[in-house]
């Protein structure tokens, strides 16, 4: 089962991608966790890698996709992965069908208002503790249940740069949907609704392709 896994920040993409390695004994394959392997591996691509991120240059396509070519060559890859976070570009999916036909391309939507406060509510602690003000808040309001700290919210959660996130996201997504909607592997799953009740849908609906 080969499967791109799609979904704006927040969706909960991360969570929907456990509940599909689990049940399909798959590995979930971020281009982020790639490079930085990569890297620290000192493989001649993480070496090029390196170059273009010590500079703060974007990793350039056929860099990601030589990674990405040799990671789905491995092993644990011989009955399908999850691909999460490539393609990111209508270049990069064709780049990928010389060597990969994904079966399925799993598109998790949710309103942008959702989202929205899906983010910007969260709240962290420097012991590494996550609270969500309005799906698992503190004891207390603002402290750490676990050290008693100042909770906080990261940059990156602040509302206009969610925003900004979300717009970035669909001016560079939309026309990859558009691109896998036309082959007819793309399905879209309502990510507004319980998570089991997603998990359950995205599972059954995969199930049912592998036959």
Known sequence: MKIALFGPPGAGKGTQARYIVDRFDIPQISTGDLLRAQVREGTELGRMAKDYMDRGALVPDEVVIGMMKERVSEDDCRNGFILDGFPRAIPQARALED???????????????????????????????????DYNPPDTPGKCDKCGAQL?????????????????YRSQTQPLIEYYREKGILKDFDGNRPIEEISSDIVSYLEHLEG
């Open 152 to 168: 906080y919210q990261r940059d990156d959660d602040k509302e206009e740069t969610v925003r900004k996130r979300l717009d970035v």
């Open 99 to 133: 060597f990969v036909q994904l079966d399925s391309v799993v598109n998790i939507t949710v309103d942008g208002s959702a989202l929205i406060r899906r983010i910007t509510g969260r709240r962290m602690c420097k012991c590494g503790a996550t609270y969500h003000i």
